[in-house]
């Protein structure tokens, strides 16, 4: 059931002629929680456990802070901040005390305390719910090539996926697909990609002879949008 739930969303970032139906989904995603933690989630006591537990990364806690609900965020934060506090007194008081031990063991246990520092400040609730549920997504995507021929099709006929979710893919589909499955759909995959970059890398070409001024061809929208879309293709985001 669920795999079947999971078609809409895919078919729908194919239909859409992203440039990556991946991107597109993450889009999707990225939009959807940030909005679901800075609504009325925010004051349901399950949720704050979690938020005070994992907290967000920079690029999601400025999305939260730019999507307008100050108070709830405030109020998110300032619980956070408690229980980041309390875990810090924890580490102090370790490091301190290891601090001027030079046994094997204490040094094991200094940068283990340092790790699990900068752990907590990778933890992202945000990334962790995409990176599940993308999971789901390019596991169903590599399904479908294989299963439906109406997919496969368009797929095909598609820019295929970016090369930053690239080795994603092959790790989910080497995961999950049969090995004659996973060499079809492998086979394919990078078919396709490497169609795109030919065009893409073309159209760059094409857009530095415009610059040229024995070249009297006109500026074509294609051709205007060809940076942006080759940033796209190898990133997955246009940066900004």
Same mark, same amino acid.
């Given at each position: ?8 969303? @895919? ?54 802070? $730019? ?23 924890? $580490? ?100 396709? @990609? ?47």
């Amino acid at each position: 059931m669920k795999y079947q739930l999971e078609t809409i969303p @895919v078919w729908k970032a194919i239909e859409a002629s992203a440039p990556c139906p991946l991107c597109f989904l993450a889009d999707q995603l990225e939009s959807q929680y940030v909005r679901f933690y800075v609504g009325d989630s925010v004051m349901t006591p399950e949720i704050r456990v979690t938020v005070n537990r994992t907290g967000f990364c920079p690029r999601h806690f400025q999305l939260m802070n $730019d999507a307008g609900n100050k108070l709830g965020v405030s109020l998110m934060t300032a619980t956070h901040i408690e229980s980041i506090r309390e875990r810090l007194r924890d $580490d102090s008081r370790r490091l301190i005390r290891l601090a001027s031990r030079r046994s094997p063991r204490a040094a094991k246990a200094y940068r283990a305390t340092v790790a699990e520092m900068e752990a907590r400040n990778r933890s992202c609730l945000v990334c962790d719910r995409m990176d599940h549920t993308m999971r789901n997504y390019a596991y169903t995507l590599a399904r479908m090539y294989g299963d439906e021929s109406a997919f496969r099709e368009a797929f095909d006929a598609s820019s295929g996926i970016c090369i930053g979710h690239l080795p994603f893919v092959c790790e989910v589909a080497r995961d999950s697909l049969a090995p004659r499955r996973r060499e079809e759909f492998f086979a394919a995959l990078f078919e396709i @990609v490497d169609r795109d970059l030919e065009e893409i890398h073309g159209d760059l070409g094409e857009f530095a002879e415009r610059f040229d001024y024995r070249n009297s061809r006109p500026m074509t929208e294609a051709l205007r949008n060809v940076v942006p879309r080759a940033i796209r293709k190898l990133t997955g985001r246009l940066l900004v």
